[in-house]
Nanobody
Framework: HLVESGGGLVQAGGSLRLSCKAP???????????ITWYRQAPGKQRELVAT???????SFTDSVKGRFTISRDNSRKTVFLYLNDLKPEDTAVYSC?????WGQGTQVTVSS
């Protein structure tokens, strides 16, 4: 069970911080998991955006490298995805997953 938040409407060039929280996870379990952010734009396939592993090593899809960052706060059982220099093509529903559970997603809309 994961819960995303932080989406919204922003102008191109703007920033957002998305949160992925695991409220039902216990700390000793959460710290072992990699968390991946995905996004899906209307009419397009779901795309992997970024992953952070248990050692806080991160990876990003090419289209967001240099603009997005990811971090985790294990004490809050939360992973953050920082979206900077947003572009209209970043518009999508962003969801997180630990490989088993999924959140409901949060909408990010970037206006030009």
């Amino acid at each position: 069970h994961l819960v995303e938040s932080g989406g919204g409407l922003v102008q191109a060039g703007g920033s957002l911080r998305l949160s992925c929280k695991a409220p039902r996870s216990i700390f000793s379990t959460f710290i072992q998991y990699s968390i991946t952010w995905y996004r899906q734009a209307p009419g397009k396939q779901r795309e992997l955006v970024a992953t952070i592993d248990s050692d806080s090593k991160s990876s990003f899809t090419d289209s967001v490298k240099g603009r997005f960052t990811i971090s985790r706060d294990n004490s809050r059982k939360t992973v953050f995805l920082y979206l900077n220099d947003l572009k209209p093509e970043d518009t999508a529903v962003y969801s997180c997953s630990d490989g088993v559970a999924w959140g409901q997603g949060t909408q990010v809309t970037v206006s030009s």
